[in-house]
């Protein structure tokens, strides 16, 4: 098996620091390139306003790819959420695009609030969802805030608020691949065999120091999990290649963890 993921988040189509023609940019570019999947994973919107819904919508038609898209923090600003699902349907689903290949999207927002949650319901919905793909098969997770801390974003304000129990899920169910965004800022970590990859943002003014405008480009096989970032206007470059690791982990802890009051 060989996958190509481009992984876009954080377009903040708007009237604040939106950049129309980079994200114009970002489209011809990534329907040039051409990848088997699109995801992306939120804050579409500034301000989740009704017209900037629409905007968001015209653009993200014009990428050609099958797409997974969840909601970010800003798209449920002032109960934008409710034009996040008339728009782009729950933030909650799942795709399964084959036998191989399943991803499952996750709606971490609480609205008008920055800082995420995925809550004990929808930890149950995650792990039965999980736990009806094969062990083979490629499981790839999508949610807009981030479970580790990223460099260069200083204090760590907006993070999720139960990562701790979500990572502990993703794990024990074999998540190859976690894709998240929120902080602007492309970076990746592997634990416990799992590659968590967060990626920047195509099309706002609000980057980092030198952080450019970008996307990330994944290459999953059978073997190995490649990230690059892709510069707008600019090279690719690698940030990150992890040998795959296929099947659960078994975590002498988890009988005690589970049995503690």
């Not at 992984?7 to 970002?26: A, P, T, W």
């Not at 993200?60 to 002032?78: S, T």
């Not at 995420?116 to 807009?144: D, F, M, N, T, Y």
């Not at 981030?146 to 608020?161: A, D, F, W, Y």
Request: with cysteine; net charge neutral; proline share 4%.
């Amino acid at each position: 098996m060989e996958i190509q993921i481009a992984h876009i988040s954080d377009i903040h189509v708007g009237k604040v620091n939106f950049m129309q023609d980079m994200l114009e940019s970002c489209i011809h570019e990534v329907n040039e390139i051409d990848p088997d999947l699109l995801v992306l994973s939120g804050d579409l919107t500034g301000f989740g306003f009704k017209e900037e819904y629409k905007k968001a919508d015209e653009y993200v038609r014009c990428f050609k790819q099958k797409k997974l898209i969840v909601p970010g923090n800003h798209d449920a600003r002032y109960r934008g959420d409710l034009y996040f699902e008339k728009y782009f349907g729950y933030g909650n689903t799942v795709l399964k695009v084959s036998d191989d290949l399943t991803l499952i999207g996750l709606d971490s927002t609480i609205p008008d609030l920055d800082e995420g949650a995925i809550g004990r319901g929808k930890q149950r919905w995650l792990k039965k969802q999980l736990k009806k793909i094969p062990e083979e098969s490629l499981k790839i997770v999508v949610l807009h805030h981030h479970l580790i801390p990223i460099p260069m974003t200083g204090r760590e304000r907006s993070v999720l608020n139960d990562a701790g129990d979500v990572l502990r899920i993703l794990v024990e169910e074999g998540v190859d691949v976690v894709l998240s965004g929120h902080r602007h800022t492309p970076y990746s970590w592997f634990l416990n065999n799992m590659a968590i990859i967060t990626a920047g943002s195509p099309s706002t003014e609000k980057v980092r120091a030198t952080i450019p405008q970008s996307y990330n480009l994944i290459k999953i096989t059978d073997n190995w999990i490649e990230v690059k970032v892709k510069e707008i206007h600019g090279k690719e470059r690698l940030m990150s290649k992890y040998r795959r690791v296929k099947g659960r982990l078994e975590f002498p802890l988890k009988k005690l963890i589970s049995s503690h009051p």
